[in-house]
């Protein structure tokens, strides 16, 4: 019963103290951490100092790490002798604020205000993303130490400052301090929850393969009443090909494409069927009605857990005004493929390089370029951790944990797959109209008071 | 005998006085007749003035008619009894200049130049397109006129002065005029040879339909990440659409579109097969060596009697540099065909429409917007004028006319036929390489000496 009180006392601290909480958080928050423009570095520094103090504080052992980018900073609170480490992952670093007139408040001075629904939320830069989801974590641990005298686990911490600017440092970093931040696992604290009231484990990432190409056909532009039908049309090719990548039910005829696509457990499905996903809601507040993509398959089966194709852009001949009867040199498409499963990046993107060239007549060519590549993300559904800290969370908001998939990536989760040998659960408490990257970003206040008690239960589940 | 005298002494007469008639065209070029400018009203005004002094003083009633643009200038010369009337076209004013910088000399200032191989070409700008054309015709007349004192046949002449702005008042202005303008056949003026030696009669004039058209899918861009597959991405309706209208054999799947296409008549297509024209350079020159378009038909069979189909213009989504996985809430292309025969350009645009919306999901639209449409001409090869003037060019050049097509279209041609229920023979002394429309258009001199005896031989083999 020792262990019952012990998170009992220390959830009630986190009620208890919640103002002060805040208040630290706002400190932080002030700090203009935006890591993209070189002008701000001493800031990420700053940001990197501020919480290598608090964490000493809170009594880590923490130091704030050089990178030829902006600072890492490691910590590390390992007392308990036998209890596994868990590995806990933000960023300190925020996007720009342009355009800054749509801010209603400046942007790095945080504050409350009560939404129109009676809720209050902390509104600025990095609210969301990720400082104050970052803090409920360091929270957690400060009022269990304070409460307890001591983290019921061994606990590694990373805040990366590079987060929002494409890593540059992480993979590096990782190589060299990974013995270091081995983990038993690792908790990454920079997704949402599935709506206000329901917790959520994002357990799939889709990987993403982007590739421009262009179809050079004639060495010129060519006038369409000179040579239409003989020469060939680049616009022709380009479409004819988009369009052999999909068959008539919405599968991608891509060879080889579903190779290492898994099917989603059926236990899972049905747990998906039971988060009342409305697809006429979903579809129908962006102007749609009729699903796309394969035939058979739910929306949030094809946003979660199936591959795609898309075409994000295309571009050949006369765009301007009016009209001119040219056949264009050339024409151009960007697409993406969302990956799944062990779908391989790199065999994907040789796959349709070829399916492209088979596709065209002697006297054309096509350039390509990629736009990176990185392989899916698909959480181990058996693994332990996932149904305490499910459990855990469970417990704090009164309802099921929803086992989420994403359709974006983190690129960290697949890093430290494979370079710390180490699985991430992605745990966070962001709300989808939070406004990441954009003006007046908020975080619920509900979010970091229960996030950070949710965190406080699930550093004893994992013990 | 008689007549061939006159002939001979006519044609005498202009090899004689070449160098007269090349000062009075350079006195018509200087003028500077930019239809498309208002700021050059003055100018075309001038022009028409200046023609019309000139055909008085041939001895042609003559006359310089206000319209809402540009004026007309309409002139009759009919002194012949029973003898029928040839109605002749051509156009006075000319294309802008810019940009400038890339002419080697004055645009207004023309001059004779001797090019590489040798041979003497009028440069400036009309030179070719149309005064330089136009005033072949008129010297033809006035050399009749001076050797024997009448022409051989009636002539009424209409000379144009917005065919480079799209001719805004030619179509009241004819119905105004009809009776006045009804002749036996017409003469247009606008068009050129085969090759340097070889003549040519423009026998045919594909028609055309644009269309701009926009795939409208969700209310707005969507993320790729949390819609992919699930939202209809307009790119792939415009692309798969576009990818349906042409079979494997490059035919166009339109429903209806070869209605009122008409084979070419064997004899016809023997006498292109005896032009010369090589596949192999024609596509060369561009980079090319694979003919598109119809299985079974040849290069030339395809840009003179072919209906096409071609997408001129296609964009949508993300099109700057670097990569954005948006799904686009529209995409948009621009087609065009060109018709031949007694194919229907407003059943065409209408089958289109169809095509495209009977392809759409329910939740989305297509919204079309018409770029115009004409139909085809295509010239009658029983016509005995077309005999008589295809004889007389040979008789000049000493080598068979052609018989040619063009991709093409010349609005006036159709304007005649509707109109004024006359039929038009298009015979021109261009020359592909003449840069109309361009910097430093040029005519050869041979094209306005031969071309002027050929218009001496045309007015008397029509008598």
């Known amino acids: 019963m020792k262990k019952d009180n012990n998170l009992k006392q220390v ?21 203009e ?18 919480l290598v103090k608090d964490l000493k504080s809170i009594g880590f052992k923490a130091r704030s790490i050089k990178t030829p980018g902006h600072p890492m900073v490691i910590a590390h609170h390992h007392k308990v002798k036998g209890a596994p480490t868990v590995l806990f992952y933000g960023h300190y670093d925020v996007q720009p604020v342009d355009p800054l007139n749509l801010w209603d408040n400046p942007p790095f001075e945080p504050k409350i205000v009560t939404c129109k629904g009676g809720r209050k939320q ?6 969301s993303d990720d400082k104050g989801q970052l803090m409920t974590f360091v929270e957690a641990c400060r009022t269990w130490k304070a409460e307890t005298g001591n983290l019921p686990i061994n606990v590694t911490i990373l805040f990366e400052g590079e987060e929002e600017s494409g890593s540059p440092s992480l993979i590096p ?20 929850m599935w709506d206000l009231k329901t917790p959520a484990i994002s357990s799939a990432l889709r990987g993403l393969v982007g590739l421009e190409f262009t179809i050079h056909a004639a060495s010129r532009d060519l006038h369409s009443g000179m040579y239409g039908s003989a020469a060939r049309n680049p616009i022709h090719l380009l479409t004819s090909i988009l ?14 494409f579903y190779d290492g696509v898994p099917e989603v457990p059926k236990k899972i499905l049905k747990q998906w069927d039971g988060l009342g996903f409305s697809e006429k809601a979903f579809l129908g507040e962006v102007g749609l009605k ?26 050949g001949g006369y765009t301007g005004d009016g009209f001119k009867t040219v056949i264009p040199a050339q024409a151009s498409a960007k697409v993406s493929f969302r990956l799944v499963g062990t779908q391989d990046p790199k065999k994907i993107n040789k796959a349709f390089q070829t399916f492209v060239k088979e596709r065209l007549p002697k006297d054309c060519k096509a350039t390509f370029h990629a736009e990176g590549g990185s392989g899916a993300i698909q959480l181990d559904y058996s693994l332990p951790e996932l149904a305490k800290a499910s459990t855990a969370l469970k417990e704090e908001w009164g309802k099921d944990t929803a086992l989420i998939a994403m359709g974006g990536s983190i690129p960290v989760v697949g890093l430290f797959q494979r370079l710390l040998k180490t699985e991430s659960l992605l745990i966070g408490f962001a709300q989808d109209d939070d406004r990441i990257h954009s003006p007046n970003e908020k975080y619920e206040l509900n979010s970091f008071h229960k996030g950070t008690r949710s965190w406080a239960r699930i550093l004893q589940a994992l013990a």
Do not use: H
Not at 175 to 180: G, N, Q, R, V
């Open 33 to 50: 951490s935006i890591s993209t423009d070189p002008a701000y570095a001493p800031k990420c520094k700053q940001a990197a100092d501020w």
């Open 243 to 256: 369009s052999d990548m999909r068959d008539a039910n919405g599968k991608i005829t891509l060879p080889g």
């Open 173 to 192: 970093f990782l190589k060299e301090y990974k013995d270091e931040l081995k983990a038993d696992i690792a908790l990454v604290c920079d997704t949402g």
């Open 122 to 127: 902390m509104v600025g830069r990095g609210t």
């Open 11 to 31: 959830l009630d601290a986190v009620d208890t103290n919640l103002d002060a909480y805040v208040d630290r958080l706002f400190d932080l928050l002030r700090i």
């Open 290 to 315: 009729v699903s796309a993509g394969e035939k058979g398959r739910s929306v949030l089966e094809m946003i979660w857990s199936r591959p795609t194709f898309e075409v994000n852009g295309i571009y």
